[in-house]
């Protein structure tokens, strides 16, 4: 198979990480080599997070360059917008509707772009665009910490996997005490890109 | 045979399991911390983990666990390897009967250091063998083969991973533990061999000599280097991870692919060369494997077409191969430029970080400020700007004291965390008050290392291994003959500054301890503080706190300015806004009735 390049952006702390781990057991679980890298930065919250991760029949770099991906996964729209380098028009986008706003910003030293502004960089960018409200879909669930794993839930429906290898690996990486929690968020997610689950 | 995905550093932690490694140490430090930690959650019962006060301490504690008989691990940062160097050195002299390796994870790019040295000189430096791993399964099966390297040539063994082999992912083969010895000793006692005097140690350096001319035989033929034959126009020398990235780009060259980076095979590196057209060695940072090639009278290309700094990514790679003319330009198929004027998201001190008070105080003040490493570094940037120099672990006081013997007028202060005060701050306040130096030396004790993800330390009474003795910090800086003194609570912007103002008005040198748990381990649930916008004036005074949680609030006064507003989901509810607001408009929530939640 060509190699198939995931990019997972979003901040510190929204559980990114997780996502990409995941993304990457799935890969391997679906009969892939798979490999991930991900960029920190200061290992403090709050700054961007972006996490790489490749799937295919023997991958050597980890890394991803400039318009090579193929799908990426944003948990928030500025970062998702500092992800564009790395698209090409024919790259899938799912992207959650929840700004987290950067201290640059909350400080009045710089502007969050506006909603319009970012649909339009976005749609300029890549092929196809998903804007998903993960995490008021989240906070319906009883908590907003599980965005990750709607956000999750509705990328999973585009890529051709069987659905039972993501809901195995993302209960995996959860406590026991989630599990719940966490396959009705799995699912939730799925049904807000896949009508035909939603009943 | 089970597969895993695993870090590089979750890797090196089974490669150490594996290797029937019974003794790791190291200290905290980005990008190898993990190695350590997975060690103490998945082989407790099998080896003995601490986070050692600092790197040199980690390594004597390894070497002697290694001549005890026990096979030992260290593990460091890149820099943190300058502090554990003077110790690796002995260890070279001596060699130890159970096998030594330290790791050493570097960090070209810097994303979390001060500097970005390249740590494959040390093994040139101090003549011992340098193992590079590309990938997890690498730093795994590298890891135990460094201590049988070790334990055949009776020499130390330095691993070297960089962030992007100890933070990516990939598949890995596990193996089993071997049987390792339940009991050791009686300890040997070899004196020419273990004791470093000039008069005993002058008879072993013709033997470390001599054990690196058997290295380089041996890796003339060991299986740790490789020969992947392509096609003959042109061969590449490359090692570590940016063997994959080169892989990616030239498909077609041929490979030699060195897993032992020190001693190089010089015979095989000769028939490689004389095997293809062109040859270019391919690494990041220094021409380390350049030179050497070179040296030998081999004509080779390295840093003549890519740079010494930064990683070298397969897109620079790709790039600079296509302006050297080596491969055909590919352009990268990206569809738009890239937004230009994104408002950054850089790391910010957390909403009820301890260490705010102190910066607002010593941003108001002015004073001139010597920096240490820690979350704390986060005080250079706006709105305090308040730390001055910053170098390395530790460094803080000795700079506070050099600018007192140089007479600056000015009072200066030291601003350094309890876990490095205890890395290498104590030293250098033993040393003010030898000297009779002055300055405030301000220990902001947030009880962790938080920086680096939360380990241990001296001070917390907490070890990797659970219960521990606790070292308190005001008594024993007492001991050390400092006589002003003073403990206060860092969520407390008065004591702050009282405290602050009692110190600088010392004669000799003088200790502030701002005591207030890191947030992320306090993890407060406090209802969210608010401010009331008839009270509110705009006078901008709670934003010189640098909240992430107070932002400016719609709208602004007749005078352009802002008020504030309080983010909900980031306020842990610290007071310190409450406390600095000139006009009472911060309000603290109402106490929540029991049964509230």
Same mark, same amino acid.
């Given at each position: 198979?060509?190699?198939?390049?995931?990019l997972?952006?979003?901040?510190?702390?929204?559980?990114?990480?997780?996502?990409?781990?995941?993304?990457?057991?799935?890969?391997i679980?679906?009969?892939?080599?798979?490999?991930?890298? %991900?960029?920190l930065?200061? /290992?403090? +919250? !709050?700054?961007?997070?972006?996490s790489?991760?490749r799937?295919?029949?023997?991958? $050597?770099?980890?890394?991803?360059?400039?318009g090579?991906?193929?799908?990426?996964?944003a948990f928030?729209?500025?970062?998702?917008?500092?992800?564009?380098?790395?698209?090409?028009?024919e790259?899938?986008?799912?992207?959650?509707?929840?700004?987290?706003?950067?201290?640059?910003?909350?400080?009045?030293?710089a502007?969050?772009p506006?909603? %319009?502004?970012?649909?339009? /960089?976005? +749609? !300029?960018?890549?092929?196809?665009?998903h804007?998903?409200?993960?995490?008021?879909r $989240?906070?319906?669930?009883?908590t907003?910490?599980v965005?990750n794993?709607?956000?999750?839930?509705?990328?999973?429906?585009?890529?051709?996997?069987?659905?039972?290898?993501?809901?195995?690996v993302?209960l995996?990486?959860?406590?026991a005490?989630?599990?719940e929690m966490?396959?009705?968020?799995?699912?939730?997610?799925?049904a807000?890109l896949?009508?035909k689950?939603? /009943? | 045979?089970?597969?895993?995905?695993?870090?590089?550093n979750?890797a090196?932690a089974?490669?150490?399991y594996?290797?029937?490694v019974?003794?790791?140490t190291?200290?905290?430090?980005?990008?190898?911390?993990e190695?350590?930690?997975?060690?103490?959650?998945?082989?407790?019962?099998?080896?003995?983990?601490?986070?050692?006060?600092?790197?040199?301490?980690?390594?004597?504690?390894?070497?002697?666990?290694?001549?005890?008989?026990?096979?030992?691990?260290?593990?460091t940062?890149?820099?943190?390897?300058?502090?554990?160097s003077?110790a690796?050195l002995?260890?070279?002299?001596?060699?130890?009967?159970?096998g030594?390796?330290?790791?050493?994870?570097?960090d070209?790019?810097?994303?979390?250091?001060?500097?970005e040295?390249?740590?494959?000189?040390?093994?040139?430096?101090?003549?011992?063998?340098?193992l590079?791993?590309?990938?997890?399964?690498?730093?795994?099966?590298f890891?135990?083969?460094?201590?049988?390297?070790s334990e055949?040539?009776?020499?130390?063994v330095l691993?070297?991973?960089?962030?992007?082999?100890?933070h990516?992912?990939?598949?890995?083969?596990?193996?089993?533990?071997?049987a390792?010895?339940?009991?050791?000793?009686?300890?040997?006692?070899?004196?020419?061999?273990?004791?470093?005097?000039?008069?005993w140690?002058?008879k072993r350096?013709?033997?470390?000599?001599?054990?690196?001319?058997?290295?380089?035989?041996?890796?003339?033929?060991?299986?740790?280097?490789?020969?992947?034959?392509?096609?003959?126009?042109?061969?590449?020398?490359?090692?570590?991870?940016?063997?994959?990235?080169?892989?990616?780009v030239?498909?077609?060259?041929?490979?030699?692919k060195?897993?032992?980076?020190y001693?190089?095979?010089?015979?095989?590196i000769?028939?490689?060369?004389?095997?293809?057209?062109?040859?270019?060695?391919?690494?990041?940072?220094?021409?380390?494997?350049?030179e050497?090639?070179?040296a030998?009278?081999?004509?080779?290309?390295?840093?003549?077409?890519?740079?010494?700094?930064?990683?070298?990514?397969?897109?620079?790679?790709?790039?600079?191969?296509?302006?050297?003319?080596?491969?055909?330009r590919r352009?990268a198929?990206?569809?738009?430029?890239?937004?230009?004027?994104?408002?950054?998201?850089?790391?910010v001190?957390?909403?009820g970080?301890?260490?705010?008070?102190?910066?607002?105080?010593?941003?108001?003040?002015?004073?001139?400020?010597?920096?240490?490493?820690?979350?704390?570094?986060?005080?250079?940037?706006?709105?305090?700007?308040?730390?001055?120099?910053?170098?390395?672990?530790?460094?803080?006081?000795?700079?506070?004291?050099?600018?007192a013997?140089?007479?600056?007028?000015?009072?200066?202060?030291?601003?350094?965390?309890?876990?490095?005060?205890?890395?290498?701050?104590?030293?250098a306040?033993?040393?003010?008050?030898?000297n009779?130096s002055?300055?405030?030396?301000?220990i902001?004790?947030?009880?962790?290392?938080?920086?680096?993800?939360h380990?241990d330390?001296?001070?917390?009474?907490?070890?990797?291994?659970g219960?521990?003795?606790?070292i308190?910090?005001?008594?024993?800086v007492?001991?050390?003959?400092?006589?002003?003194?003073?403990?206060?609570?860092?969520?407390?912007?008065?004591?702050?500054?009282?405290?602050?103002?009692?110190c600088?008005?010392?004669?000799?040198?003088?200790?502030?301890?701002?005591?207030?748990?890191?947030?992320?381990?306090?993890?407060?649930?406090?209802?969210?503080?608010?401010?009331?916008?008839?009270?509110?004036?705009?006078?901008?005074?709670?934003?010189?706190?640098?909240?992430?949680?107070?932002v400016?609030?719609?709208?602004?006064?007749?005078?352009?300015?802002?008020?504030?507003?309080?983010?909900?989901?980031?306020?842990?509810?610290?007071?310190?806004?409450?406390?600095?607001?000139?006009?009472?408009a911060?309000?603290?929530?109402?106490?929540?009735?029991?049964?509230?939640?």
């Open positions: 198979m060509t190699p198939l390049n995931f997972v952006a979003g901040v510190g702390g929204q559980g990114t990480l997780l996502a990409s781990d995941i993304l990457a057991e799935v890969g679980r679906s009969g892939c080599d798979a490999k991930k890298s %991900d960029v930065g200061l /290992a403090v +919250r !709050g700054g961007s997070v972006l790489h991760v799937w295919g029949d023997r991958i $050597a770099s980890p890394v991803i360059g400039p090579e991906v193929d799908f990426m996964l928030e729209p500025l970062e998702a917008m500092r992800g564009i380098p790395f698209l090409r028009s790259s899938v986008v799912v992207c959650n509707t929840q700004p987290v706003i950067p201290i640059s910003v909350s400080s009045g030293t502007q969050y506006g909603r %319009d502004e970012i649909e339009r /960089a976005l +749609r !300029g960018a890549a092929s196809v665009i804007f998903v409200d993960a995490t008021s $989240a906070i319906a669930l009883g907003p910490r965005a794993v709607v956000l999750l839930g509705a990328f999973s429906t585009l890529v051709d996997v069987d659905p039972s290898i993501w809901e195995t993302v995996q990486r959860v406590p005490r989630y599990e966490n396959r009705a968020a799995f699912r939730a997610g799925r807000l896949n009508r689950e939603e /009943a | 045979m089970s597969k895993l995905l695993l870090s590089g979750e090196i089974r490669g150490a594996e290797a029937g019974q003794v790791a190291g200290y905290p430090g980005t990008p190898s911390s190695i350590l930690e997975v060690i103490a959650a998945e082989y407790r019962g099998a080896i003995y983990a601490e986070w050692s006060t600092n790197e040199k301490v980690a390594m004597d504690a390894a070497a002697g666990a290694a001549y005890s008989g026990r096979r030992s691990l260290v593990t940062k890149q820099v943190g390897m300058n502090v554990l003077d690796l002995y260890t070279v002299y001596t060699g130890s009967p159970a030594l390796v330290v790791v050493t994870a570097d070209p790019g810097m994303f979390s250091s001060q500097n040295q390249d740590n494959r000189w040390y093994a040139k430096l101090a003549k011992i063998p340098l590079e791993p590309a990938d997890s399964q690498e730093a795994k099966d890891v135990v083969a460094a201590f049988g390297v055949r040539f009776d020499t130390p691993v070297r991973t960089t962030m992007r082999t100890s990516s992912k990939s598949a890995v083969r596990l193996g089993e533990r071997p390792v010895p339940e009991t050791v000793g009686p300890f040997v006692r070899d004196q020419e061999k273990y004791v470093c005097t000039a008069m140690a002058k350096h013709p033997l470390v000599e001599q054990r690196l001319l058997d290295l380089t035989e041996w890796a003339e033929t060991a299986e740790i280097n490789r020969v992947e034959w392509g096609g003959r126009s042109l061969g590449i020398i490359t090692s570590g991870v940016t063997y994959m990235y080169a892989r990616e030239f498909p077609d060259a041929s490979f030699l060195l897993g032992m980076t001693p190089l095979p010089k015979r095989a000769r028939a490689f060369a004389d095997g293809v057209e062109r040859l270019i060695v391919i690494e990041e940072l220094d021409p380390f494997l350049e050497s090639i070179r030998m009278g081999i004509d080779a290309t390295g840093k003549g077409i890519y740079p010494p700094c930064g990683e070298l990514l397969p897109d620079t790679l790709a790039r600079l191969s296509a302006e050297a003319g080596l491969i055909e352009e198929a990206v569809s738009a430029p890239p937004p230009v004027g994104l408002p950054p998201r850089t790391p001190l957390c909403a970080c301890p260490h705010r008070s102190t910066y607002y105080w010593l941003a108001r003040m002015k004073i001139p400020v010597a920096g240490d490493i820690g979350c704390y570094n986060l005080g250079c940037l706006p709105p305090f700007n308040a730390q001055h120099t910053m170098g390395c672990m530790g460094a803080s006081i000795g700079v506070l004291h050099g600018m013997i140089a007479g600056l007028p000015e009072r200066a202060v030291a601003t350094i965390g309890d876990s490095t005060f205890f890395h290498s701050g104590m030293p306040l033993a040393n003010m008050v030898h009779r002055r300055g405030v030396t301000i902001m004790d947030n009880g962790t290392t938080a920086m680096t993800g380990q330390h001296p001070g917390t009474g907490w070890s990797l291994r219960d521990a003795v606790r308190p910090i005001e008594p024993l007492r001991a050390m003959g400092v006589e002003t003194v003073r403990t206060v609570d860092a969520f407390d912007m008065t004591a702050v500054k009282a405290g602050l103002d009692e600088l008005g010392a004669d000799g040198p003088s200790v502030l301890i701002t005591e207030g748990l890191c947030v992320q381990i306090s993890k407060p649930s406090s209802p969210a503080y608010t401010v009331d916008p008839s009270t509110c004036v705009a006078c901008g005074t709670c934003f010189r706190l640098g909240c992430p949680a107070i400016r609030a719609e709208g602004t006064t007749g005078e352009g300015r802002a008020k504030a507003e309080i983010d909900a989901t980031l306020c842990v509810g610290c007071d310190l806004c409450r406390q600095v607001c000139p006009t009472g911060i309000r603290r929530p109402a106490p929540r009735e029991k049964g509230d939640e």
